[in-house]
């Protein structure tokens, strides 16, 4: 696991809070990422975040637009198997946190199972990206994609 999304997983939520709020949107993920799961501040954060890879959710798969490559869609891979499931809408907007500009990945018309889920992200460092998901306008889970997963 990357050493960044590996310091993640001990932070609290207002921990990870400031590290997204002081980082840009970034540029749009391209293809494979490598997804881990985030209960911030739990004890069992690691263990939680092993289990949901294996059994849930492995990372996104993007395809980003041209010609100017600043709007897509993704497909979550799901289950064991990585089977491609649940697509989103991928573009710019404004962060539901802060105001500032993020990657939004909006479920909302792709989606009747996953139509009241928004994810934002914003890249930290080169391929490393920092996400929150919100449910409605709740916030419910945080969330890393690597996008260089053997890094």
Known sequence: MNSTIEHWLQLSRE???????????GSLPRGDTRGTAIVAGSSCAR???SIARLLAWQGKVFDIFPPDYERGILINKVLPIGLGLIVAKVYRGESWMDGKETI???YSTTSVSA??????????????????????????????LNSHPNR
């Not at 934002?120 to 460092?125: D, F, G, H, L």
Request: charged share 35%; hydrophobic share 45%.
């Open 47 to 49: 263990f939680v975040a």
């Open 15 to 25: 921990e990870l809070d400031e590290i997204y709020m002081h980082s840009e949107a």
């Open 115 to 144: 139509r009241f889920i928004r994810d934002e992200i914003r890249e930290v460092e080169p391929g490393i990206y920092l996400g929150k998901v919100w449910w409605g306008k709740t916030r419910i889970l945080d969330f890393a």
């Open 104 to 106: 939004v990945i909006d």
